[in-house]
């Protein structure tokens, strides 16, 4: 059994879409876990739909959905500060240290993060790469478990399967009260439908059903 | 946010002539644009609190859809794609376009104070 749990990515609602159905089977188990949440997902584009939000009033409207995610999740949560948007130009050695600060408190025995350069999003590849330096920087005989998440269109023929696939279906519910914790993203992430009409379960069902990762080996 | 009325934006935009403000502007489709589509381009710009001074100003549209160009003593700010603003609890002025999901496209906004970093 897992010891404590981190989780490391740069937006919130990334752990909804990406690991809440991993996170709720190991809170179902007891294992704590901590999400170290590197932005406040400043520079969105969706607003809500109908939008609800603008550019200047979106962190607070993330921030708390944020919160609400973690409190569905049953998961402490710590806010990183950076800004949305400009991770991969910050330092990774600044930010490798400043994440290696938490896993030395924490003592993790698994990190969940993205996997650098198969993640998509530039700000998921640069937090993925930090927080493998971070592991990197500890120890060997210290460091945790690093599963990492791929998804972009050639991962599969570039690194093969996934060695860890995550049966999520008993915690699915949960998953998708995790997801529609993050008003102001869940309809237009999962089709830009209208929550009232769409049936977003059935969507994110077939789009999301699997939590599949890759062990890091250093 | 409500839909443009372009009579009221020109008022609110000659409300900063000739005063150092901050602005922010912004265009993107989205991180995942060529994700989703392969024939896609992921396309994006911000600048967030330039100071600029602007002595002119002018919202121009038909329909909906409105440009605002602010000429600066030594160039130009310009946003095209705007369908709605607010007049902020802080007093600034926020135009923005969205698409027809709500995401956002274009924003420009104006403020006396530095936007929160």
């Known amino acids: 059994m897992e010891k404590h749990v981190v989780v490391i990515y740069p937006h919130p609602d990334d752990e909804a879409f990406g690991a809440s159905g991993t996170i709720a089977k190991f809170r179902s188990e007891g294992v704590p876990v901590t999400y170290l949440c590197g932005t406040l997902g400043e520079m969105g584009r969706n607003m809500g739909n109908p939008t609800f939000a603008n550019r200047e009033t979106l962190p607070e409207f993330r921030k708390k959905e944020l919160i609400n995610a973690c409190n569905v999740l049953d998961i402490e949560l710590e806010m990183l500060g950076y800004r949305d948007k400009t991770l991969e130009f910050e330092s990774k050695a600044e930010v490798a240290e400043h994440l290696k600060g938490f896993l030395d408190e924490i003592k993790p025995s698994l990190v969940i993060t993205h996997y650098p350069g198969y993640a998509v999003h530039p700000d998921h590849n640069a937090l993925g790469a930090a927080a493998i330096e971070a592991v990197k920087r500890m120890g060997e005989a210290d460091r945790p478990t690093i599963w990492a998440q791929a998804f972009s269109r050639t991962h599969l023929e570039e690194l093969g399967e996934p060695d860890v696939a995550v049966d999520i279906s008993p915690f699915f519910k949960k998953k998708m009260e995790t997801i529609l914790a993050h008003q102001s993203q869940a309809s237009g992430i999962l089709g830009g439908m209208d929550p009232a009409t769409a049936d977003l379960e059935a969507i994110a069902k077939e789009r999301l059903g699997a939590e599949r990762f890759y062990t890091w080996k250093f | ?117």
């Open chain 2, 1 to 117: 946010m409500d839909p443009i009325h372009i009579e009221k934006v020109q008022t609110e935009l000659e409300r900063y002539l000739n005063k150092d403000v901050y602005v922010h502007l912004e265009t993107t489709n989205g991180a995942y644009a060529s994700h989703n589509d392969e024939n896609a381009y992921n396309v994006g710009a911000f600048i967030r609190n330039a100071k600029v001074r602007y002595n002119h100003a002018k919202i121009v549209g038909s329909g909906n859809v409105y440009r605002v160009g602010l000429k600066l003593d030594i160039g130009w700010v310009y946003a095209e794609g705007l369908s709605e603003y607010e007049v902020d609890d802080q007093n600034r002025l926020l135009m923005a376009g969205h698409d027809r999901e709500g995401r956002l496209m274009v924003t420009l906004e104006i403020s006396e104070t530095p936007f929160h970093y």
